[in-house]
C-alpha cells in the first residue's frame, strides 16, 4: 500500500516531471498530481506524491522545509479527503423565507 503526500509551496512554473525528479531518490513514485485552478488551467502551487510508506517517510525527512525552485517546500503526510472536509469551515445557507 502507498502513502500519499501534500507537497506545497511548489514554484507555479512546476511540472510533474520536475516533482518526479525531485523525488527520485525515493521511487518507487505510484503517481504525482498538481492542482490546477479549475477557470485558468494555472497551477495552485501544490499536489500529491504517492510512494512506498518507508519512501515517504524519508522524503518528509529529507526534503521537507527544504529550497526548490527559490521557494520552501512543505511536504506532509495527506490527509484523506473526507478527513479534510470534516475539519473545514462550513459555510451554511441562510432561508429567507
Do not use: C, W
Not at 75 to 80: N, Q, T, V
Not at 87 to 95: D, G, I, K
Amino acid at each position: 500500500m502507498s502513502q500519499k503526500l501534500y507537497v506545497g509551496n511548489l514554484p507555479y512554473r512546476t511540472t510533474e516531471n520536475d516533482v518526479k525528479v525531485l523525488f527520485g531518490k525515493f521511487e518507487p513514485i505510484h503517481s504525482v498530481v498538481l492542482i490546477a485552478d479549475r477557470e485558468t488551467g494555472r497551477s495552485r502551487g501544490f499536489g500529491f506524491i504517492e510512494l512506498e510508506p518507508q519512501q515517504a517517510d524519508a522524503a518528509i525527512a529529507e526534503l521537507g522545509d527544504t529550497m526548490f525552485g527559490g521557494r520552501n517546500l512543505r511536504i506532509s503526510k495527506a490527509r484523506d479527503r473526507e478527513e479534510s472536509m470534516s475539519s473545514a469551515p462550513r459555510s451554511h445557507a441562510f432561508n429567507r423565507s
